[in-house]
């Protein structure tokens, strides 16, 4: 009797009623069949508790910390490659702006041409010709080399806002061979257009 008085001094008051009435606790024969006593029992939940407390802390956070960088990482890169679309547009329209200014211009130069042919005397007429054709040879080049020159640079910028942004996004440096082809694929993008 005493054992089982001492066995279920930590369950309280009511195994101690039930002992002294003769009647058996099924709770109590539970937890002695299996070697349980209310020490055990509380140590165990302590350890639970304080388990879950370092988990919590040190495995947890860290990991919705990382979770919380890599969602603001991507958020950046969704922004750079919005702005990188902008930049490409502000490109087009400078190069369209640009081919606009060289056609005006190639236009005056060809007004000024004829205007002065019609004032010139038949004499000089086919030597302005010449002229004429010659200046307008020169705007035709100008515009072609400065166009060549533009389109030529919007593809720079270009793959080096690829280049850039890819890098960014991905978080490593990217190797001379990785720059190769993210060169050859923008290029070829840009041709087909």
Do not use: H
Request: net charge neutral.
């Amino acid at each position: 009797m005493d054992a089982f008085i001492a066995l279920s001094q930590p369950f309280g008051i009511d195994c101690l009623v039930l002992a002294a009435a003769g009647e058996s606790n099924p709770f109590v024969e539970f937890f002695r069949r299996f070697g349980i006593t209310g020490w055990t029992f509380a140590a165990t939940a302590i350890n639970f508790i304080i388990v879950l407390a370092v988990l919590y802390k040190f495995a947890y956070k860290p990991v919705l910390a990382m979770l919380d960088e890599r969602k603001q990482r991507i958020a950046e890169g969704m922004a750079n490659a919005d702005k990188i679309k902008a930049e490409l547009a502000a490109t087009q329209e400078q190069r369209a702006k640009a081919l606009g200014e060289a056609n005006t211009q190639a236009e005056r130069l060809i007004a000024e041409a004829r205007a002065s042919a019609e004032q010139i005397k038949e004499r000089t007429v086919a030597e302005a010709r010449q002229q004429a054709e010659g200046e307008l040879r020169r705007a035709q080049q100008q515009i072609a080399v400065e166009r060549d020159r533009m389109i030529a640079e919007a593809r720079r910028d270009m793959v080096a806002l690829v280049i850039g942004t890819t890098a960014k996004v991905t978080g490593k440096v990217l190797t001379p061979d990785d720059q190769r082809r993210l060169t050859e694929e923008t290029t070829r993008e840009l041709s087909a257009r």
